[in-house]
């Protein structure tokens, strides 16, 4: 059964900081993997979502990178704004029709 | 684009009462998903449909829960009879594709609170 886990759960920053969100799965064999932001009080918003025969994605200030052999994901976030601010979860697909799975989310605060 | 639609945005109700979530996906959306978030155990698929056909309810917790998607434009999570365990924010989501190789769009879901 595949597990998906962020840690930590929240992290605050000033702006300006560059960092990086981590996401690691137990099953190496995926379909594919997604980040998404949630903002509060509202759905998921997909950011980037790299196929298993990509190492990464880049949008704007955001790049996304995934080691299948490791079990790893991370979530660059260039210059931090304040916007930034919101819960960052990743989630991988194991199969082309197998269902998503999530991990609960890293809270990041970029602090002005 | 308005996005996927959901309604209620919020709703309270009484134990053992019935309860009606809906659903309009985005035009053109193949695929259609049933989410519940808990702070416990995080986001959970419930069902997934496809051209508006159930693939995959093997998320759907008990008989209590059911989903049907009787056109492309509409869809219903109903569960009979609600209890407190059932409370947490229920999403929906659509997808362009067949499966889960294009972006999810999601709702901004409905949150139950069963008192």
């Known amino acids: 059964k595949q597990e998906v886990t962020q840690i930590p759960a929240a992290l605050s920053v000033p702006e300006g900081e560059n960092l990086v969100l981590n996401c690691s799965f137990t099953?190496?064999?995926?379909?594919?993997l997604q980040w998404f932001r949630q903002d509060p009080g509202k759905g998921l918003t997909s950011l980037l979502l790299?196929?298993?025969?990509?190492r990464e994605q880049t949008s704007g200030r955001l790049n996304a990178s995934l080691d299948k052999s490791s079990g790893r994901s991370t979530l660059y976030i260039a210059a931090s704004q304040p916007g930034d601010s919101a819960t960052y979860l990743c989630?991988?697909?194991?199969?082309?029709?197998?269902?998503?799975?999530f991990g609960k989310g890293i809270t990041l605060s970029v602090r002005p | 684009d308005a996005g996927v639609i959901q309604s209620p945005r919020h709703e309270v109700t009484e134990m053992g009462q019935e309860v009606t979530l809906r659903c309009k996906p985005i035009s053109g959306h193949n695929s259609l998903f049933w989410y519940r978030q808990t702070m416990m155990r995080g986001l959970e698929l419930l069902i997934y449909?496809?051209?508006?056909?159930?693939?995959?309810d093997s998320g759907m917790p008990e008989d209590r829960f059911s989903a049907k998607m009787p056109n492309a434009s509409f869809s219903t999570l109903k569960i009979q009879p609600s209890e407190p365990r059932d409370s947490a924010v229920y999403f929906c989501a659509s997808s362009p594709g067949s499966s889960y190789n294009s972006p999810l769009h999601f709702g901004n879901g409905t949150r139950l609170t069963v008192t």
């Open positions: 099953d190496s064999a995926i379909y594919n």
């Open positions: 790299i196929q298993s025969s990509q």
């Open positions: 989630a991988v697909a194991t199969g082309a029709n197998s269902k998503l799975t």
């Open positions: 449909f496809n051209n508006n056909v159930p693939i995959d």
